[in-house]
C-alpha cells in the first residue's frame, strides 16, 4: 500500500509513549487505511486503560458510595474493557505474523 505514500501522523489525543509504539507499527507494517485506524483505536484503548490503573493507583479499587457502602471504583470497569478491546484489536491487526523474507513484497497482516 505505501509505496510513495507518506506516513501518517498519529493522533494529537495519544500519550507521548503510545505516539511512538504507534509511529513504529506504522513505519514497520505496510498498513492499509483500515488497518491505520484500528490501530488508533488500539493505541485509545492502551491510552485509557493507563489513565484508568493510574486513577486506581491514586484512588484505590473501592470508594464509598453515597449509603457509606464499599463498591468497586468505576475505572475497574475502564480499565478491564479497554485492556479487553486492545488484545482485541491487536489480534485482529495481527501483528505477531512474520514479515516475509521477500523484500519484495510488505508485510502481510492477515493469516
Not at 493505541?43 to 458510595?65: P, S
Not at 491487536?90 to 505474523?97: A, H, P, Q, S
Request: aromatic residues 6%; hydrophobic residues 35%.
Amino acid at each position: 500500500m505505501r509505496g510513495r505514500q507518506s506516513v501518517p501522523k498519529p493522533p494529537r489525543e495519544l500519550r507521548p509513549e503510545t505516539k511512538r509504539w504507534w509511529r513504529a507499527v506504522v513505519a514497520e507494517y505496510a498498513l492499509e487505511p483500515h488497518h491505520v485506524r484500528l490501530l488508533t483505536l488500539a493505541a485509545g484503548a492502551w491510552d485509557r486503560a493507563q489513565e484508568a490503573t493510574g486513577e486506581l493507583a491514586k484512588a484505590g479499587a473501592y470508594v464509598n458510595d453515597r449509603y457509606g457502602c464499599l463498591k468497586l471504583h468505576p475505572a475497574i470497569g475502564v480499565e478491564r474493557d479497554s485492556k479487553i478491546l486492545f488484545a482485541r484489536l491487536l489480534r485482529e491487526l495481527d501483528l505477531d505474523t512474520e514479515p516475509p523474507r521477500d523484500s519484495s513484497r510488505p508485510p502481510g497482516l492477515g493469516r
